[in-house]
């Protein structure tokens, strides 16, 4: 099995920066993807950054040039940078991985249990 466990979230004010951290762990043979998404109460949960075992990575509109994903493999672990954030990135923020398990032949996702980021003056 491969866990994530996620890091960083808390009260900031409109205009500051946060850093997300996310730990994966366990029985990992590899790990793929490596991603963020947020969820509100009443909406479903959106993608916010994804960055691939290459590095090459994908943003939502919403947040381009504010926020940016980075991944260390020899840590296995993927960051979420965030900048000016607004008010409307409050969210729950989960981070999630195609990954690999070594009990297993195929990747799979997994998901982190989520980091509450408040923006708020």
């Known amino acids: 099995q491969v866990q994530l466990v996620e890091s960083g979230g808390g009260l900031v004010q409109p205009g500051g920066s946060l850093r997300l951290s996310c730990v994966a762990s366990?029985?990992?043979?590899?790990?793929?993807?490596m991603g963020w998404y947020r969820q509100t109460a009443g909406k479903q949960r959106e993608l916010v950054a994804t960055?691939?075992?290459?590095?090459?990575?994908n943003y939502a509109d919403s947040v381009k040039g504010r926020f940016t994903i980075s991944r260390d493999n020899t840590k296995n672990t993927v960051y979420l940078q965030m900048n000016s954030l607004k008010p409307e990135d409050t969210a729950v923020y989960y981070c999630?991985?195609?990954?690999?398990?070594?009990?297993?032949?195929?990747?799979?996702?997994?998901w982190g249990k989520g980091t509450l980021v408040t923006v708020s003056s």
């Open positions: 960055i691939s075992s290459g590095g090459s990575t």
């Open positions: 999630n991985s195609e990954a690999r398990s070594s009990r297993y032949a195929y990747a799979m996702p997994y």
């Open positions: 366990g029985s990992i043979f590899s790990i793929n993807t």
